[in-house]
């Protein structure tokens, strides 16, 4: 049975059929809760696919609704209650993962993700593929590895926070241009928002050191990849342990578009108006409030005061090469 589409998440049981190599810490089959974001780019349509891939490596689902309007974090909380549960299977982009960051800690149970989103950062990060079936078998198959959390005035992050440029796009892009267009939505908000990108004061306090600085964005990233293609650092990863900082100090928009090769590989740090550090804990302060964009979301202002959260949750996912 296909779970009901309801405003937000949609929430099915699923329960494995046989036995399968799911690692040390889940050496036997155990029964899963699988949610599903009705509103991600793909999630109305696929939700139906999602069930059928699951049930392909070895799950056996069933549906199981919740009030309309229910919020991801409270729908694993009351999903996982009664108890039996061995893990959560998500199914949705980066919005939804975040969202259900709070409920993930309160349950305490291993995650898996089925990427549903637009962009799908966090998947692409662990290597995770980005077809149902693929990502199920991980699911089905793999052990549960730890993995960091950052955050930002309390607010959890898996891939990257920032304020500038970025933060900026992400309130001017709205989810309907997102639904429409995709990835191509990001590039039609970015080249309407880039002429107006103008650079800004802020203060960087990090390893007992205050850096002013004039930028354009401050990012600071968990994990590898954001904004649907961009990466923090070539060699983040989100449980090594470390915020990845980068700073865009740049003076023209134009400059921006000269950075993108090395944007999209995360070496622009090796630019000379690139600031690149790693850190555990950080904070912004500006002059006046900027909105902090946490994995796509408006959710908090400066001053911002970052933190690293290590081996916060365990995900399935492939194993890490050395």
């Not at 690293?308 to 399935?316: C, D, E, G, K, M």
Request: proline fraction near 5%.
């Amino acid at each position: 049975m296909v779970a009901q589409p309801l405003a937000g998440c949609a929430v099915a049981v699923a329960e494995q059929a046989g036995a399968a190599t799911i690692g040390p810490d889940l050496a036997r089959p155990g029964r899963a809760l699988l949610i599903v974001n009705q509103k991600a780019r793909s999630g109305q349509d696929q939700a139906e696919a999602a069930l059928a891939a699951l049930r392909g490596a070895g799950l056996e689902a069933e549906a199981f609704e919740m009030p309309e309007g229910m919020a991801c974090a409270e729908a694993v909380v009351q999903g996982t209650a009664p108890g039996g549960f061995d893990r959560v299977v998500l199914g949705g982009g980066d919005g939804t993962l975040n969202a259900a960051i709070p409920g993930l800690l309160r349950a305490g149970l291993p995650f898996g993700i089925l990427p549903l989103g637009t962009a799908n950062d966090l998947a692409r990060s662990l290597g995770i593929p980005l077809e149902l079936e693929g990502a199920a078998q991980v699911i089905a198959t793999a052990a549960a590895r730890p993995v960091d959390l950052g955050e930002v005035n309390g607010h959890a992050f898996f891939n990257v926070a920032s304020i500038g440029f970025s933060a900026e796009l992400a309130e001017e892009l709205k989810s309907d241009s997102k639904k429409r267009f995709g990835k191509l939505g990001y590039a039609v908000a970015a080249l309407g928002l880039l002429r107006r990108a103008r650079p800004f004061s802020v203060e960087l306090l990090h390893d007992g050191r205050v850096e002013r600085v004039r930028t354009i964005q401050v990012s600071v990233g968990n994990g590898k990849h954001h904004g649907g293609g961009m990466t923090v650092a070539e060699d983040a990863r989100p449980d090594d342990g470390m915020l990845d900082v980068y700073s865009l100090e740049v003076t023209h928009w134009w400059q921006l578009v000269a950075l993108l090769p090395w944007l999209r590989r995360g070496t622009q740090g090796q630019w000379r108006d690139v600031r690149a550090f790693r850190t555990t804990e950080l904070e912004l302060r500006t002059r006046r409030q900027r909105p902090v964009n946490t994995d796509g979301e408006l959710t908090t202002h400066t001053p911002a005061v970052f933190r690293l959260r290590p081996a916060a949750l365990r995900v399935f996912a492939p194993a890490r090469e050395a």
